[in-house]
C-alpha cells in the first residue's frame, strides 16, 4: 500500500519494463535517480530524497537506513506490528509475554532480511531452537499472529502467511500441577489466617482465579456478597463476566487481613502496592517454600484445584464454568481432570448399589401383591 505525497523537485515516469521510475531535478544540482519501484513514503525513497536535497550521495542515507532495518525487513514489520492496534487489542500479559519472544526473533540475525524471505522452512528451523517443546508453542503461539497480521488485507507485507501450516503439538503433559486436599490443608496450616499468603491462597482457590486476576481484584469488585468482574484474559477482545458469590473460606481471609482503606485490590505488596505479575510469582513461591510444598505448586495450580473440588462435589460442568470463566466444555474437561477418580469411583458404585437396592426392593413389592390377588 502506498501513499501518494507531494515532493518537491521530483520527476516520475513508468519506464519501458514497467518499473516506477523517480529522478530528483533541482535547478543548480545534477539530476539523481531515486531508488525504483520504491514507495516515497518509505524510509529508503524518504533517505534518497532528502540526501539528493542536500547534495550528497545516497548510498550512506540508505545504508543507514539498512542498519536500523527498512522498511520490507523482519525488523520493520515487528516494529509496526508491536505498534499497531492489533497488537494492542491484546491483555497486557500477552502482550509482556509475546514482545521478547519477537524481540528475539531479531536476534536471531534476520532483522535486516526481507520479511518476504522468511519461509515455512526457516520458521521451523528457528522454532527447533527452543528449549522445550512447550517453549516451542509459545514461540510459534507469538509468532503467527504477526505473520496473519503482515498478510492481512490493507497490510499486506507477505502474499501469505508462512505459518499457516506449522502446527506444534505437546503430549503427555497436563501442564500446571493442580494442587491436592493435602497440599492445599499443608499451606493452610503454615499460614495461618491472617496471613498474606493465606488470602492469596483462597483467593485463587476459592474462585477459581487465574494469578492476573487475583493480584488486580479489591473491594470494589464486591456487590452484595458477591465478586463482579470482568476477567483479564482476552478482556479487550472477548470480554467475560465473571459473577460468583464469596465462599465463608474467602470472605474470613479477607476479613483477617484487610487491604488498607485507599487500596484497590485484596492483594498489596511490602510497599503497599499491587503486586505485578511476576513479582507475585517470586512472592508466592518463597510461600510454597516455606510450608514445604514442592516448587510444582504453582499459581495457577490453585485455579486448578478449585475448579477440582467443584468437580469432587458434585457441581456440572456448566456450574464450573459460571465460577472459573471457563467459555468451552472442553476446557472444563481439561482442568478437571485432575478430580479425585477414586472418589468418583466410589460414587459412581454406590449410585449403581443403591440403584440395584430400589430395582430389588421393586421386583420383592411386585412379587407381594400378586401373591396377594392369587391367594383372594
Not at 525488523?75 to 505498534?83: C, F, P, S, T, V
Not at 492489533?86 to 502482550?95: D, E, I, K, V
Not at 493480584?215 to 452484595?224: A, D, E
Amino acid at each position: 500500500m502506498q501513499i501518494n505525497l507531494k515532493l518537491r523537485y521530483i520527476q516520475t515516469w513508468t519506464d519501458t519494463l514497467g518499473r516506477k521510475r523517480y529522478r530528483f531535478r533541482r535547478k543548480g544540482f545534477s539530476g539523481v535517480e531515486l531508488p525504483v519501484n520504491s514507495d516515497p513514503a518509505s524510509p529508503e525513497f524518504q533517505a534518497a530524497y532528502h540526501a539528493a536535497l542536500r547534495g550528497e550521495r545516497q548510498d550512506h542515507a540508505l545504508a543507514m537506513v539498512a542498519a536500523r532495518g527498512g522498511s520490507g525487513t523482519v525488523q520493520d514489520a515487528i516494529e509496526r506490528y508491536l505498534g499497531s492496534t492489533t497488537f494492542r487489542a491484546y491483555s497486557q500479559g500477552t502482550q509482556d509475554l509475546r514482545r521478547p519472544i519477537l524481540k528475539s526473533f531479531l536476534r536471531a540475525g534476520v532483522g535486516n532480511l526481507p520479511l518476504t524471505k522468511m519461509d515455512d522452512k526457516y520458521i521451523e528451523r528457528w522454532l527447533e531452537t527452543a528449549p522445550t517443546m512447550g517453549a516451542k508453542r509459545t514461540w510459534l503461539l507469538a509468532l503467527k499472529p504477526l505473520m496473519q497480521w503482515a498478510a492481512s488485507k490493507g497490510v499486506e507485507l507477505i502474499e501469505t502467511d508462512p505459518t499457516k501450516d506449522i502446527k506444534v503439538k505437546i503430549t503427555g503433559s497436563d501442564g500446571h500441577l493442580t494442587w491436592t486436599n493435602e497440599q492445599i490443608e499443608q499451606f493452610r496450616a503454615h499460614h495461618q489466617l491472617g496471613s498474606k499468603a493465606r488470602l492469596a491462597l483462597e483467593l485463587l482457590l476459592g474462585v477459581a482465579l487465574r494469578s492476573g486476576d487475583g493480584i488486580s481484584l479489591g473491594p470494589q469488585h464486591v456487590r452484595n456478597g458477591w465478586l463482579v468482574y470482568t476477567q483479564e484474559k482476552n478482556r479487550k477482545r472477548k470480554p467475560v463476566k465473571v459473577e460468583v458469590p464469596l465462599p465463608a473460606s474467602l470472605v474470613a481471609a479477607i476479613e483477617a487481613c484487610p487491604s488498607p482503606p485507599d487500596s484497590l485490590t485484596f492483594l498489596i505488596n511490602e510497599w503497599g502496592r499491587p503486586f505485578g505479575k511476576k513479582s507475585f510469582n517470586t512472592w508466592f513461591r518463597k510461600q510454597v517454600a516455606a510450608a514445604r510444598l514442592p516448587d510444582s505448586c504453582v499459581p495457577h495450580g490453585l485455579r486448578k484445584g478449585g475448579c477440582r473440588v467443584m468437580a469432587e462435589s458434585d457441581c456440572t460442568a456448566h456450574e464450573i464454568m459460571s465460577v472459573s470463566g471457563h467459555t468451552t466444555l472442553r476446557e472444563v474437561e481439561r482442568y478437571t481432570k485432575a478430580a479425585n477418580r477414586k472418589h468418583l469411583a466410589a460414587r459412581a458404585q454406590a449410585k449403581v448399589a443403591k440403584a440395584a437396592k430400589t430395582q430389588a426392593d421393586t421386583e420383592v413389592e411386585s412379587n407381594v401383591v400378586a401373591f396377594t390377588v392369587a391367594n383372594r
